[in-house]
């Protein structure tokens, strides 16, 4: 079950969904930690900010590798059309 669910070009939607939590979760860590560093002005929250900022690219970027790979469904009259 594991092995096929790693295997490329299978369950890329959900793969993509879980990239795309990841994502939302690092950028409200990241909105977090910048917002308390403008208030408090502690190096270690400049850093998170960074840190999680660049997670959550790096989520994005893994979630539209995942969602482009995904099959296409196609409408029966899309199917008509071909």
Known sequence: ??????QSGRHEGLKGCV?????LM????ATYNA?????RRDAHLRMNAIVY???????VKQTVHH???S?????PTQREAA
């Open 1 to 6: 079950m594991v092995q096929d669910f790693c």
């Open 67 to 69: 969602l482009a790979k």
């Open 19 to 23: 990239h795309g939590a990841a994502a």
């Open 53 to 59: 900022t660049l997670a959550a690219l790096w989520e």
């Open 26 to 29: 690092s950028a409200v860590m």
């Open 71 to 75: 099959p296409r469904q196609t409408s």
């Open 35 to 39: 917002t308390a560093y403008f208030y």
